[in-house]
Nanobody, 125 residues
Framework: QMQLVESGGGSIQAGGSLRLSCAAS????????MGWFRQAPGKEREFVAA????????RYADSMKGRFTISRDNAKNTVYLQMNSLNPEDTAVYYC??????????????????WGQGTQVTVSS
C-alpha cells in the first residue's frame, strides 16, 4: 500500500495562488507516476495533471495549462501542484493519486492505484 496525504488547500480569492502538496509513504516513491484530479460539487472527478519520474515528463488538462504546474521531489517523497490565477471554477476537492511508473501519463482515473483523501480548494470571486 502507498499512503498519500494532501495538504495546502484552503479558501482564496480569485486571481490568487495556492500550492498543494502530497506526501507519499509505504512504497518507493520514485517508482510511481503521480497525478492530481479534482472533483467539484455535482460533477465527476476530472484530471488535472500528472508527472512521471521527473519534472521533464508532465501532462496537463487543457484548461490548466499555463496556470498549474506539477512537480515532484523524490528526496522528500512529495508531489506538488502550484496553482496560479485561480478562479471560482477551480473550486473543488483536489486528490493526489499514483500508479506504478509507466512512460504514458494517463488522464483516466481508472488507471491510478492509490488515492489520497483530498484537500478542499475554494476560490471566491
Amino acid at each position: 500500500q502507498m499512503q498519500l496525504v494532501e495538504s495546502g488547500g484552503g479558501s482564496i480569492q480569485a486571481g490568487g495562488s495556492l500550492r498543494l502538496s502530497c506526501a507519499a509513504s509505504g512504497r518507493t516513491f520514485s517508482f510511481y507516476s503521480m497525478g492530481w484530479f479534482r472533483q467539484a460539487p455535482g460533477k465527476e472527478r476530472e484530471f488535472v495533471a500528472a508527472i512521471g519520474k521527473s519534472d521533464d515528463n508532465t501532462r496537463y488538462a487543457d484548461s490548466m495549462k499555463g496556470r498549474f504546474t506539477i512537480s515532484r521531489d523524490n528526496a522528500k517523497n512529495t508531489v506538488y501542484l502550484q496553482m496560479n490565477s485561480l478562479n471560482p471554477e477551480d473550486t473543488a476537492v483536489y486528490y493526489c493519486t499514483s500508479r506504478f511508473l509507466t512512460s504514458y501519463l494517463s488522464d483516466n482515473e481508472r488507471d491510478y492505484t492509490y488515492w489520497g483523501q483530498g484537500t478542499q480548494v475554494t476560490v471566491s470571486s
